[in-house]
């Protein structure tokens, strides 16, 4: 864990990042993780989120999952299931073929009870596993 004294520093160097480099999603989204840790910072950490969220629509080569993934955590902890499913999705399509980054979500589901797409990545899975598995006696 953090020292109270880190928290402060960190914020400013993030924010620092943020001013030399306005497009990066990244320092938004690392911001709106610190901003978790804290407590009564929240609502500051969703704005971070959304921020980081628009520069990745903005320019589709910064997108990442984990954005994606917490986005929809926060959406779904807050009961906005929608929300919290167009993002999981956004994850489940930035993470391709990568069965390690699907195993990541499949994790998240199943920690937050999510079942409606649990079944899903899990076929999806096996799927890529088998393929995977016959690729490599062929």
Do not use: C, M
């Not at 999705?89 to 199943?110: C, R």
Request: hydrophobic content about 35%.
């Amino acid at each position: 864990a953090k020292s109270k004294n880190e928290l402060p520093k960190a914020e400013i160097f993030y924010k620092q990042l943020i001013a030399k480099n306005p497009n990066s999603p990244v320092w938004h989204y690392l911001l709106a993780k610190l901003y978790l840790s804290e407590k009564g910072k929240k609502d500051s950490a969703v704005i971070e989120l959304k921020k980081a969220s628009i520069l990745a629509e903005l320019d589709k080569s910064k997108d990442f999952v984990e954005l994606h993934l917490e986005l929809g955590r926060n959406y779904y902890k807050q009961g906005k299931v929608k929300p919290s499913e167009k993002e999981f999705i956004k994850a489940e399509i930035l993470a391709g073929e990568d069965i390690f980054t699907l195993e990541k979500i499949k994790n998240l589901y199943d920690s937050l009870g999510y079942s409606k797409r649990l079944l899903k990545i899990k076929r999806r899975i096996k799927r890529l596993k088998a393929l995977k598995e016959e690729e490599s006696n062929s």
